[in-house]
């Protein structure tokens, strides 16, 4: 396998779910209930729970990858329709300059003729001389019927190109619009999960700053890791502590593929922007064989991913709240392991 890997364009425009103004109003009715904002009259909701955070966070990192993919195909398309457009340019420059030959041979015709030949050939004083003009005019006439001919094509294929350069600005119109309906819905999440945490019983707040400020180095001794893996290994050491920030690929902060990204950018691979894909970017292991440098993705839908380094533990960043930090592989459903 190359040390190297590049997300391609997609075939057709990825679908991107909004949060509609309705859900997001259904959103805030049940975050006031649960947090005890509730009308008087109405029946007090259950107390919220770390489980009640951790639900809320999980969903958050599910919008944030979709955030990601869209955000990526934002870029992708933006960097299409600037190739287009330079496609455009040339063709049009092309287009120009083929009409400005195809005038400058229709005047030299016209300037060297305009007689029916047969009366110019009756007339002329050197029917020698004329001869020899009238095959530079079939010459010319020639050479403007291949003009003419490059002048079409060219013609139609600007055509097609700005046909195309629409309907990719349209698309990016549109991928645009689905980067922020997931970004508003990535924030409207943690701010529902930041008041059930502020909420949360003092214990059960206790017991989740300690679990997000884990970030316990584990005992690695008798690891061995060497080439790429080792620098993407010791790239994500490097970035232990950084906070979690959704949508972020470092290097002051990192959600969870862009802690992947950025740590094999190190090692001078590239891996595509979400966890979904990232999934993919390599040979598929069963986690009995994982070696350090491998990704882990969990969950059914690959909403989660982070870097195995040995003796049973990942290194991730976990979730808005919480450090990049070691855990244990098993700490959620492992769905794939991928070597790079």
Known sequence: MGSHRHTGRS????????????????AAATAAATLGAAPAQAQPGPPPTRAS????????ERATEAYNEADERTGTLRAELRRTQDRVAR??????????????????????????PALELLFSADPEQYLEKAATLDRISLRRAGELTRLTRAQRLLTQERAEAAATLAELARSRAATARHKRAVEAKLA?????????????????????????????????????????????????GKPYVWGANGPT????SGLMQWAYAQAGVG????????????????????????LVAYRADASHI???????????????GAAVRYD???MMPVSSVTRV
Not at 214 to 237: H, I, K, N
């Open 328 to 330: 244990p592989v098993g």
């Open 306 to 320: 982070g870097m195995y380094v040995g003796n049973g533990q990942v290194i991730h960043a976990p979730y808005p």
């Open 192 to 240: 529902r999960a930041r008041a059930l945490l502020d909420a949360l019983p003092p214990s059960e707040r206790a017991a989740h700053d300690r679990r997000s400020s884990r970030s316990q180095r584990p005992d690695l001794t008798g690891v061995a890791v060497s080439g790429r893996a080792a620098t993407a290994v010791a790239a994500a050491q490097r970035a232990l």
């Open 53 to 60: 955070v951790d639900r809320l966070l999980t969903e958050a």
């Open 271 to 294: 891996l595509p922007r979400t966890s979904q894909a990232q999934r993919y970017a390599g040979q598929r292991v069963p986690l009995s064989q994982a070696r350090p440098g491998d």
């Open 11 to 26: 075939t057709a425009a990825r679908h991107a779910r909004g949060v509609t103004a309705t859900a997001l109003s259904a």
């Open 253 to 256: 902060g990192f959600d969870c």
């Open 91 to 116: 063709g049009q420059e092309r287009v120009n300059t083929l009409r400005g030959a195809l005038g400058a041979l229709a005047g030299a015709q016209y300037r060297s003729g305009g007689v029916d």
